[in-house]
């Protein structure tokens, strides 16, 4: 009783695609329940699409856009992490060290034009250069 199907399921031709949709629904019940894997419910699913003449009838392609409709919302549920609280922004260490070349080496016009690419650095950059001022 536990031998492969190796024939396609009699009496198949009078099944509606309607009725492959509420066995995957099964199948995700059974899934969630922690009877079965993941895995094991698609494969279940896709199975019964080959077997049960569901490919023949209505083709892969409408048997997996039915497959895909059951399982999508439980898939994006397991896989979306929760979303993490934003991290303050810090300024890059590269943007510090530009900031010191650009203060030794170029002119106050064009230091003035670099601040003005660098809008959210300006105050962590003004600090900066304040403590080397003093020091």
Not at 20 to 41: D, P, T
């Amino acid at each position: 009783m536990s031998a492969p199907l190796r024939h396609p399921i009699l009496g198949a031709q009078q099944l509606d695609l309607s009725e492959f949709v509420e066995c995957c629904g099964y199948q995700l019940r059974h899934m969630k329940m922690g009877l079965i894997s993941w895995q094991n419910a698609i494969d279940g699913c896709q199975f019964l699409a080959e077997h049960g003449g569901f490919l023949e009838a209505f083709g892969q392609d409408a048997c997996q856009r039915e497959l895909s409709r059951v399982f999508a919302p439980s898939i994006a549920a397991e896989i979306e992490p929760e979303p993490a609280e934003p991290r303050a922004y810090r300024t890059p260490q590269a943007t510090v060290d530009a900031f010191f070349y650009v203060m030794r080496n170029e002119t106050p016009a064009r230091l003035k034009a670099w601040l003005a690419d660098h809008p959210r650095d300006a105050g962590h950059l003004y600090k900066l250069w304040k403590s080397h001022a003093v020091t």
